[in-house]
């Protein structure tokens, strides 16, 4: 697989069990870190597939990446963001991050947000080299939630 490969798409409403599964797989290696499944691996797909845009890394006919987004007064929110373990370290979540960039230019909108948990250091340091930064730490069930930003050139 090659980023040549990767064909981006939106989701439709028949994609949402694909989508559960696959972040239920990328988060799964962070359930011993916290003590218990991350937030994202208990959401409704199929009430977030209707409720917000998300696009689809699709290589052989196989989802394996999404990113969702919601789109705020003043800023793009990514809500969730992950790429399906067997396809990880091959810059699809770089491409999935870029191109809500390019969502959110093209909305008129010169900033996108995010939060991860703190306990995921890998997450942290890959939204700090593709330009994040972290703008305030909270509690929250026994950890650290991140909130983090990126200011895009106007």
């Known amino acids: 697989m090659t980023n040549n490969s990767i064909r981006f798409r939106p ?10 599964d696959i972040v239920r797989a990328a988060y799964a290696k962070w359930v011993p870190v916290i003590g218990r499944e991350p937030l994202p691996m208990r ?9 917000h845009p998300f696009e ?5 006919g196989r989802i394996v990446g999404m990113i969702e987004t919601i789109l705020a007064d003043d800023h793009l929110w990514i809500e969730n ?17 870029e191109r809500a960039e390019q969502k959110a230019l093209e909305a008129g909108r010169r900033e996108l947000r995010l939060l991860t948990n703190g306990a995921f250091e890998a997450n942290v340091l890959l939204y700090k080299r593709h330009g994040y930064v972290i703008d305030r730490e909270e509690p929250f069930m026994g950890g650290m939630t991140v909130y983090m930003s990126k200011r895009l050139a106007g």
């Open 81 to 97: 963001v992950c790429v399906a373990p067997e396809a990880q370290g091959k810059g699809i979540g770089r491409l999935l991050l």
């Open 56 to 60: 689809l890394a699709v290589a052989d």
């Open 11 to 20: 989701a439709e409403p028949s994609d949402a069990a694909a989508i559960s």
């Open 43 to 51: 959401a409704d797909y199929a009430k977030a597939v209707a409720e």
